[in-house]
């Protein structure tokens, strides 16, 4: 009896100890407020506008969301960790988004310390995590910030933001299938690395009439990332290159023509349509200096987004941004910024647009947790190239945001 005893207490205090060493975190934030967007197209034969206002528009400031993290101890210095994040959706009939964003970030992984560590699973970019801790604007959801673009509205810079790559058509954000590497500073340097494969391949078989063309055949969506970052005293510098691939198979139409495909956006869980080949190449440097009285800000981005079947057919993106960010008071911060940049695409005599962007905020803080906020931004292009005879086309975009965000 009291060897029972003393087991079933030996057995009690290892899971207590175990479950001491573990902890679960919620955590999440909720944004919502008043925002008015205006946009303008100038065409050759007429002007297009619209006006679109919200009241109780969720995330200007920062996208809602609700996520779960946490940490388990396993002794020699490593643990084991996990992140499940979903976008919410405050004024929806659902409160989960149903969208591709939904699924914001969803990895596990392992890290020794004095080494660095391990995550498989849906995670953000090396850029994106870059852009995330160099822009003056903390990549909020307002128009004007030329790095990240909103992802709201359409046509304000040449392209449209209806992209799969959850959030902006300035380079992609995140994706799943990743394999991330992230080590230890060391003298001031610390490297990440970044992996994703999705990869499917079957017999290619012919499709009988009057249908024709192929079935099957390999679709694989591939890509990787490094980046490099360095820290000195009050200087943050960092360089950042990703690269991904789409590969599918030919398709054919009734008339025996061999379809090449047309450059599109890498997006999220590798889908693509039959017959796109492309290659999608992010590249991103960025340096940041806090003065005291304010920090400055200085960035680059440049998107190739190229067919692997000719190299004339593509779309480049370049743009760059500086801008500043301050606290006048203790309770006031504040931050600006401007930028320009030049898109081109599908090759030569084909549309092109040089486009600039505006931004100037404010956070009145009413606690660590709870704050305030107003944004306001300007963007458009000029120098639209005409296409095919039908004259050059413009795009204007003006937009202000007031709300509350409190994070938890």
């Known amino acids: ?77 490593t643990s084991a960790f996990f992140t499940v994040e979903v976008a919410i959706t405050p004024n929806s009939a659902q409160n989960v988004s149903t969208g591709t964003t939904s699924n914001r970030q969803t990895f596990v992984g392992l890290k020794k310390n004095g080494i660095g560590q391990f ?80 990869n499917a391949n079957t017999n290619q078989t012919t499709v009988a009439a009057p249908s024709s063309g192929y079935t099957g055949g390999h679709t694989n969506q591939s890509g990787y990332g490094l980046g490099v970052n360095y820290n000195w005293q009050k200087l943050l510098v960092t360089a950042n290159y990703q690269s991904f691939k789409a590969e599918n198979p030919y398709t054919q139409t009734a008339a025996g023509v061999v379809t090449t495909g047309t450059p599109v956006a890498w997006g999220v869980g590798g889908a693509s349509a039959a017959g796109v080949n492309t290659k999608d190449n992010n590249t991103y440097f960025a340096a940041t200096y806090d003065f005291g009285i304010l920090k400055a800000y200085a960035q680059y981005l440049n998107r190739k987004v190229e067919s692997t079947i000719s190299s004339n057919n593509y779309m480049k993106r370049s743009a760059q941004q500086i801008g500043v960010r301050s606290f006048i008071t203790p309770t006031i911060e504040a931050w600006g910024s401007i930028g320009n940049g030049r898109i081109s695409s599908y090759g030569p005599n084909q549309p092109t647009a040089n486009f600039t962007g505006w931004q100037i905020g404010s956070n009145y803080l009413l606690s660590k947790r709870t704050n305030l906020y107003a944004i306001y931004g300007q963007t458009g292009t000029s120098n639209v190239a005409s296409v095919a005879g039908t004259g050059n086309v413009s795009t204007n975009a003006n937009q202000y945001a007031v709300g509350v965000r409190h994070t938890f």
């Open 1 to 77: 009896m009291k060897k029972s005893l003393f087991a079933i207490a030996a057995v009690t205090a290892f899971a207590g100890a175990a479950q001491a060493q573990s902890s679960v975190t919620v955590y999440g934030i909720l944004d919502a407020g008043f925002s008015s967007l205006n946009q303008r197209q100038g065409g050759p034969t007429r002007v297009t506008k619209s006006t679109t206002a919200s009241l109780g528009g969720s995330g200007n400031e920062t996208t809602s969301r609700l996520g779960f993290k946490g940490t388990e101890d396993l002794g020699g210095g």
């Open 119 to 198: 995550a498989l699973g849906t995670q953000y970019t090396p850029v994106h995590v870059a852009v995330g801790a160099t822009d003056p604007g903390q990549t909020n959801n307002v128009v004007g910030n030329v790095i990240y673009p909103n992802a709201g509205t359409t046509s304000r810079d040449g392209q449209t933001t209806t992209q799969a790559d959850g959030g902006t058509f300035g380079y992609v954000v995140r994706t799943n299938n990743a394999l991330t590497v992230t080590t230890d500073k060391f003298a001031g340097f610390q490297g990440n690395l970044f992996y994703t494969q999705n």
